[in-house]
């Protein structure tokens, strides 16, 4: 029963990084969209944005990027709890089948770290 619900909380965390992955790979194609504009300013002999304003906008995307970043990982931690707390609650509704699950599993690494060792 635990098996289709770790599934799913998976498959759920697949999808949201795979979600994240894309927003992210999207956030510098549109930083790099506003690029040849400058490089157009550039050719016709136009004064370059200012080295201060350029760090500025620099550090104001870095800034943003780890804030995106610590919402990501709260929202995965967030995630995490959640899932543990349905295992507890899992376990607390069939303690014998959760026993019984711990030994199977408890055995199964203990035969494949004896198969790697020898």
Do not use: C, W, Y
């Amino acid at each position: 029963m635990a098996d289709p619900m770790l599934a799913r909380e998976l498959k759920s965390l697949h999808e949201e990084l795979a979600a994240v992955q894309r927003a992210r790979q999207s956030s510098p194609q549109s930083s790099l969209q506003g690029r040849p504009a400058e490089s157009d300013a550039k050719a016709a002999g136009e004064a370059s944005p200012a080295p201060a304003a350029a760090a500025a906008g620099s550090a104001a995307s870095t800034e943003a990027d780890e804030h995106d970043l610590q919402e990501d990982v709260r929202e995965f931690l967030d995630e995490v709890t959640n899932f543990f707390s349905e295992a507890e609650k899992n376990i607390a509704a069939h303690p014998a089948a959760s026993v019984v699950g711990a030994l199977v599993v408890g055995i199964l690494i203990g035969r494949l770290l004896g198969r790697a060792k020898s």
